[in-house]
C-alpha cells in the first residue's frame, strides 16, 4: 500500500511539474515583457479560428505595445519578436542568436525527420558550406521551365471548366505547379505532378504536410516520442518520401552524369559532397529542403495572390491584366510597377510564413536595452506583426494597399530595399540569412500571374468561407475560385 502511495505521489508531482512547465514561463525569462497565456496557441485546434484572428484576438495589443512577449509553442517558450529594431538585432548577431532549426530544437519530432539539417536551419561553419553549394543555383537559373508550366496550369483549368466544373479549390493546383517549377528549375528533373493527374509523389506530398502541420502536434511536438499510431504513420510516410526524392536525384542526375554539364542547386550539392565538403546526409537533408521550402512558399504566395486578385478583382485585376497583355519576356515583367508593387503588398500583407522560431541564445544578451534574455533562450519573429506594425506602416497597416509602394519600378525596388533593411517586412527573413530563393519565388508569380490574368478572369467561390490557415504556413484555408475564359485573348 505505501508503495502505490509513493507511485501516486511521485505521479501527481510529475504531472504538476510539467503543467506549471507549460503554464508560467521559465523564472529566468524576461520580467519586463508580458506573457501571451500558453493556450492560445493551440485555440485553433479547438475553435474554428485563424492565425490572423488569433493574432488580433491575442497577441496584437501586447506585441505592439512592448514589441515581444514570451510564446508557447513546441512544447517550450520563446521569445517571440515583431519590432523591427529588435529584428535588425537579431538579423546582425548572427553568433548571439544563432540559427537552431528543428534538427536542433525539436530533434525527436516528424517535422525534424522531415527537414533535417539544412542551408535554412544551420549555423556558422556548416551553413556556410551549405550556402555556398546552393546559392549559384538558385540565384541564376533557367525560367523556360516556369512559362511552360504557367501554361500547362491554364490548360488544366480549362480542362476542368470544360468537365463543367463551375468552382475550382486551388490547393492542390497551385502545389502541383510549385513542386514542377522547383524541380526542374533547381533540382534538374521533372516530377510531372501537372501532366498527371494522379502523381504518387504529390498525393505523397499531401499526406504528410497533413500530419506534419497538424496544430496540435506543432504545439506539442513532445508527443511524437510516444507510440501513438498516427505518428509512427508520419515517421514512415516522411521516411519513404525522402527515400523517393533522393532515388530519383540519384537515378536523373547521379547515375546519368548529368551533374557534371549542369548548375542546377542539386548538381553543386552532388558536386559538394564528392569533394568531402559535405557527407551524404547533408546533401540528402538540403535537396529535401530545396524541395520543400523551395514548392511551398511560392505556392503559399501564389494561392495569397489569386485570392487577393479576386478580392479585389474589380481594381487590381483589371489593372494588372492590361498592364501585363502582350508582355512575354520576364525582363519586362520584373519592371512593371503594378505587377510588382502588387506581389511586394502580397508578401507584406500575408507572409508564406507568419511565425518563425528558429533561433537560440548562445549567451545572456540584451534585445533592445531593457529586454534581457538567458542563454540557452530560443527567440523568434512574428513575422504577420512585424508586417502589420502600425509604428511602421502607420492607419492602414492592415489594408491592402500597392500603391504604399511607389509608382514606378524604381521607387517600389527602392520602398522594398529599405524595408527589407529596416526590417519593416521579414517575408523573406532578412539579414545575412535572407532566403536564397526570393529571386525565384517572385519571378514565378511573375510570369504564372501574367499567364493567368491573359486568359482568364476569376472571383471568389461565394460559397467559399473567407479564411486563412489556422497555424504553420499562412494562406487562404481551402482557397476555392470561379473562373471564365478572358474572351479578349
Same mark, same amino acid.
Given at each position: 500500500?505505501?508503495?502505490?502511495?509513493?507511485?501516486?505521489?511521485?505521479?501527481?508531482?510529475?504531472?504538476?511539474?510539467?503543467?506549471?512547465?507549460?503554464?508560467?514561463?521559465?523564472?529566468?525569462?524576461?520580467?519586463?515583457?508580458?506573457?501571451?497565456?500558453?493556450?492560445?496557441?493551440?485555440?485553433?485546434?479547438?475553435?474554428?479560428?485563424?492565425?490572423? @484572428?488569433?493574432?488580433?484576438?491575442?497577441?496584437?495589443?501586447?506585441?505592439?505595445?512592448?514589441?515581444?512577449?514570451?510564446?508557447?509553442?513546441?512544447?517550450? !517558450?520563446?521569445?517571440?519578436?515583431?519590432?523591427?529594431?529588435?529584428?535588425?538585432?537579431?538579423?546582425?548577431?548572427?553568433?548571439?542568436?544563432?540559427?537552431?532549426?528543428?534538427?536542433?530544437?525539436?530533434?525527436?519530432?516528424?517535422?525534424?525527420?522531415?527537414?533535417?539539417?539544412?542551408?535554412?536551419?544551420?549555423?556558422?561553419?556548416?551553413?556556410?558550406?551549405?550556402?555556398?553549394?546552393?546559392?549559384?543555383?538558385?540565384?541564376?537559373?533557367?525560367?523556360?521551365?516556369?512559362?511552360?508550366?504557367?501554361?500547362?496550369?491554364?490548360?488544366?483549368?480549362?480542362?476542368?471548366?470544360?468537365?463543367?466544373?463551375?468552382?475550382?479549390? &486551388?490547393?492542390?493546383?497551385?502545389?502541383?505547379?510549385?513542386?514542377?517549377?522547383?524541380?526542374?528549375?533547381?533540382?534538374?528533373?521533372?516530377?510531372?505532378?501537372?501532366?498527371?493527374?494522379?502523381?504518387?509523389?504529390?498525393?505523397?506530398?499531401?499526406?504528410?504536410?497533413?500530419?506534419?502541420?497538424?496544430?496540435?502536434?506543432?504545439?506539442?511536438?513532445?508527443?511524437?516520442?510516444?507510440?501513438?499510431?498516427?505518428?509512427?504513420?508520419?515517421?514512415?510516410?516522411?521516411?519513404?518520401?525522402?527515400?523517393?526524392?533522393?532515388?530519383?536525384?540519384? *537515378?536523373?542526375?547521379?547515375?546519368?552524369?548529368?551533374?557534371?554539364?549542369?548548375?542546377?542547386?542539386?548538381?553543386?550539392?552532388?558536386?559538394?559532397?564528392?569533394?568531402?565538403?559535405? *557527407?551524404?546526409?547533408?546533401?540528402?537533408?538540403?535537396?529535401?529542403?530545396?524541395?520543400?521550402?523551395?514548392?511551398?512558399?511560392?505556392?503559399?504566395?501564389f494561392s495569397t495572390s489569386l485570392y487577393l486578385l479576386a478580392k479585389y478583382s474589380n481594381v487590381w485585376q483589371e489593372r494588372l491584366r492590361q498592364e501585363v497583355n502582350g508582355v512575354t519576356d520576364p525582363k519586362i515583367l520584373a519592371?512593371?510597377?503594378?505587377?510588382?508593387?502588387?506581389?511586394? @503588398?502580397?508578401?507584406?500583407?500575408?507572409?508564406?510564413?507568419?511565425?518563425?522560431?528558429?533561433?537560440?541564445?548562445?549567451?545572456?544578451?540584451?534585445?533592445?536595452?531593457?529586454?534581457?534574455?538567458?542563454?540557452?533562450?530560443?527567440?523568434?519573429?512574428?513575422?504577420?506583426?512585424?508586417?502589420?506594425?502600425?509604428?511602421? !506602416?502607420?492607419?492602414?497597416? *492592415?489594408?491592402?494597399?500597392?500603391?504604399?509602394? =511607389?509608382?514606378?519600378?524604381?521607387?517600389?525596388?527602392?520602398?522594398?530595399?529599405?524595408?527589407?533593411?529596416?526590417?519593416?517586412?521579414? =517575408?523573406?527573413?532578412?539579414?545575412?540569412?535572407?532566403?536564397?530563393?526570393?529571386?525565384?519565388?517572385?519571378?514565378? &508569380?511573375?510570369?504564372?500571374?501574367?499567364? &493567368?490574368?491573359?486568359?482568364?478572369? !476569376?472571383?471568389?467561390?461565394?460559397? !467559399?468561407?473567407?479564411?486563412?490557415?489556422?497555424?504553420?504556413?499562412?494562406?487562404?484555408?481551402?482557397?476555392?475560385?470561379?473562373?471564365?475564359?478572358?474572351?479578349?485573348?
Open positions: 500500500m505505501e508503495l502505490f502511495k509513493l507511485l501516486g505521489l511521485i505521479l501527481f508531482l510529475t504531472i504538476s511539474y510539467i503543467a506549471f512547465a507549460i503554464i508560467v514561463p521559465p523564472l529566468n525569462f524576461p520580467k519586463n515583457i508580458p506573457t501571451i497565456p500558453f493556450y492560445v496557441v493551440f485555440l485553433p485546434v479547438v475553435f474554428p479560428i485563424d492565425q490572423t @484572428e488569433l493574432y488580433d484576438l491575442y497577441i496584437r495589443e501586447s506585441m505592439e505595445k512592448y514589441g515581444a512577449v514570451k510564446f508557447f509553442f513546441g512544447s517550450r !517558450w520563446n521569445i517571440l519578436v515583431s519590432r523591427s529594431e529588435y529584428l535588425a538585432q537579431i538579423f546582425k548577431d548572427e553568433d548571439t542568436f544563432a540559427k537552431s532549426g528543428n534538427q536542433k530544437k525539436i530533434p525527436y519530432s516528424a517535422l525534424a525527420a522531415y527537414t533535417g539539417d539544412n542551408v535554412i536551419s544551420a549555423h556558422g561553419a556548416v551553413w556556410r558550406d551549405y550556402r555556398n553549394a546552393v546559392t549559384n543555383g538558385l540565384q541564376h537559373f533557367d525560367d523556360t521551365p516556369i512559362f511552360k508550366n504557367a501554361k500547362l496550369l491554364c490548360t488544366l483549368i480549362k480542362r476542368r471548366l470544360q468537365e463543367g466544373q463551375l468552382s475550382i479549390q &486551388m490547393g492542390p493546383l497551385s502545389q502541383r505547379l510549385a513542386l514542377d517549377n522547383i524541380s526542374q528549375v533547381a533540382l534538374g528533373f521533372d516530377f510531372g505532378t501537372l501532366k498527371h493527374e494522379k502523381n504518387a509523389f504529390h498525393e505523397h506530398l499531401i499526406r504528410i504536410k497533413k500530419q506534419i502541420f497538424h496544430p496540435f502536434f506543432l504545439t506539442f511536438p513532445f508527443l511524437d516520442l510516444l507510440p501513438i499510431p498516427s505518428r509512427k504513420k508520419a515517421f514512415k510516410d516522411v521516411a519513404s518520401f525522402r527515400e523517393l526524392l533522393v532515388k530519383r536525384v540519384q *537515378d536523373e542526375l547521379v547515375n546519368t552524369y548529368k551533374f557534371e554539364q549542369t548548375t542546377f542547386a542539386a548538381s553543386d550539392l552532388i558536386r559538394a559532397h564528392n569533394n568531402e565538403i559535405i *557527407d551524404y546526409r547533408q546533401l540528402t537533408d538540403n535537396i529535401v529542403i530545396i524541395l520543400v521550402a523551395g514548392h511551398e512558399n511560392p505556392q503559399l504566395l519592371d512593371l510597377p503594378l505587377l510588382n508593387a502588387f506581389l511586394l @503588398e502580397a508578401v507584406r500583407l500575408y507572409p508564406p510564413l507568419s511565425t518563425i522560431i528558429n533561433r537560440c541564445t548562445t549567451r545572456t544578451c540584451k534585445l533592445g536595452p531593457e529586454i534581457v534574455i538567458p542563454k540557452g533562450v530560443y527567440v523568434g519573429y512574428n513575422n504577420f506583426g512585424t508586417s502589420h506594425d502600425p509604428r511602421t !506602416w502607420g492607419a492602414t497597416a *492592415d489594408d491592402f494597399k500597392p500603391e504604399r509602394w =511607389g509608382s514606378d519600378i524604381e521607387t517600389i525596388r527602392k520602398n522594398w530595399r529599405m524595408a527589407k533593411n529596416r526590417c519593416s517586412v521579414t =517575408g523573406f527573413h532578412g539579414g545575412r540569412r535572407a532566403c536564397l530563393g526570393e529571386k525565384l519565388a517572385l519571378t514565378e &508569380m511573375r510570369i504564372t500571374l501574367a499567364e &493567368m490574368l491573359k486568359q482568364f478572369r !476569376w472571383s471568389l467561390d461565394p460559397e !467559399w468561407e473567407e479564411k486563412l490557415t489556422p497555424a504553420g504556413p499562412l494562406c487562404p484555408l481551402n482557397l476555392k475560385l470561379k473562373f471564365t475564359e478572358n474572351i479578349t485573348e
